[in-house]
């Protein structure tokens, strides 16, 4: 295969066929180079760390269920360095092409995956999401994409960064492709009777949204208030000092255990970091352990308010990211300031834990944007069931149509 999207790590090619039949036969997809593969180094977008470690001897069981259902893996895709960024742009193999929005970032870290789905290389890709890496790259590149409930799916053999926020994830072309992959992954079939009757608007997520945003998703909300009785909004960072105090919350955790994984490799190999993920990793060596244990204690209690404000037959609704995918060209100080209102979002289902799919229904200037909606702990099959047929009938193929798929 030719990547001319520079989706694919170039030194570790990958070519396994699956099984002889099953649900995914014909399918191809891709797998981030954090998910071991038996026989070739999981690089994790630093050439350091390739470096320093031996090749897998077992494969990733979410890439062997894929295998074990039919689909045919072609490759392993670039990721941010130890998948800590949101931006795609990788110091030491480049930014992987943003088809959909030609000249933008495509997000990341899961950036390589989709890439490669977003322009037609493979029909799916597995990625992973621990502040956003599903659901930003989707939303950037017009994808389907679920960031599933927390613990939810396996991540033996896949490259920590957070474990209590670490979860699997995917992308698609299409919702049905998207949910034909849940069924596998999470060995359960959809139950057409299961579906959510219920909307919840998240005020303070579409506050947090640029207006041309707002506008460009507002007729498809209208839908979904149209389909779904429509519950009392709610503000999810209140109380707790608003979505911007509970996003720094996340941070701080997350930094603390992503420290408590990868320290120890950092200070002994001293590796080679592009400039933003250097930052981040010192901040994280740095952080202050009582405002760790003071945002852990009020995680225990947000994670029990989401759980109480969406029971199995609700959905909250949010945009998946406050604007479009920002340029490749766009400064530094610039993407730091829109990654914490990307980070503020997706806080709330990675301090909730709770299940996110993301949605390509609009567009602005001529590039993606998506709807996101959350559901119930646990209630994975049931939410992509429910995107499927969202989107199956109320889009009417014009998103499909303007970009291809």
Request: charged residues 20%; aromatic residues 6%.
């Amino acid at each position: 295969m030719i990547d001319s999207l520079g989706a694919f790590v170039p030194e570790n090619e990958v070519n396994i066929a699956g099984a002889a039949e099953g649900p995914l036969r014909g399918v191809t997809f891709a797998a981030k180079d954090i998910y071991d593969i038996a026989g070739h180094t999981t690089g994790c977008g630093n050439p350091d760390w390739a470096r320093t470690h031996a090749a897998a001897t077992e494969t990733s069981p979410v890439v062997q269920r894929m295998l074990d259902a039919g689909a045919f893996l072609v490759g392993k895709t670039i990721t941010d360095e130890l998948a800590y960024s949101l931006n795609g742009q990788n110091h030491h193999y480049g930014t992987p092409s943003n088809s959909n929005a030609p000249g933008r970032i495509p997000g990341g870290s899961s950036s390589g995956s989709a890439s490669a789905v977003a322009g037609g290389l493979v029909d799916t890709a597995l990625g992973s999401d621990t502040g956003g890496s599903i659901r930003t790259p989707a939303s950037y590149c017009g994808l389907y994409g679920l960031r599933p409930t927390h613990g939810r799916i396996s991540l033996d053999n896949v490259m920590p960064l957070a474990p209590s926020f670490d979860t699997a994830g995917w992308f698609a072309r299409d919702a049905e492709l998207l949910r034909r992959v849940g069924e596998v992954l999470f060995e359960e079939t959809a139950d057409p009777n299961a579906m959510p009757t219920k909307l919840v608007m998240v005020e303070d997520a579409f506050a947090l949204a640029e207006d041309t945003v707002r506008a460009a998703l507002e007729p498809f909300v209208k839908k979904l208030q149209a389909r779904l009785a429509l519950g009392a909004s709610i503000q999810a960072g209140e109380p707790g000092g608003g979505l911007g105090e509970w996003m720094w919350r996340f941070r701080k955790l997350q930094a603390k255990e992503i420290w408590d994984v990868h320290g120890a490799w950092i200070e002994a190999q001293k590796p080679t970091f592009g400039p933003e993920v250097a930052e981040r990793f010192a901040w994280a060596r740095d952080v202050d352990p009582a405002e760790v244990a003071d945002a852990n204690q009020a995680r225990a209690e947000y994670k029990k308010r989401l759980d109480a404000l969406v029971p199995n037959d609700t959905l909250l609704c949010l945009p998946s990211t406050p604007g479009i995918a920002p340029l490749v060209t766009a400064s530094a100080e610039s993407l730091l300031e829109h990654r914490g209102s990307v980070l503020s979002l997706n806080s709330i289902s990675g301090l909730s834990g709770l299940p996110q799919v993301t949605m390509p229904l609009a567009t602005v200037s001529g590039c993606p944007v998506g709807l996101s909606l959350i559901g119930a702990r646990n209630s994975d099959v049931a939410l992509l069931s429910f995107a499927e047929s969202f989107t199956r009938e109320t889009a009417d193929g014009a998103f499909e149509s303007q970009f291809g798929v």
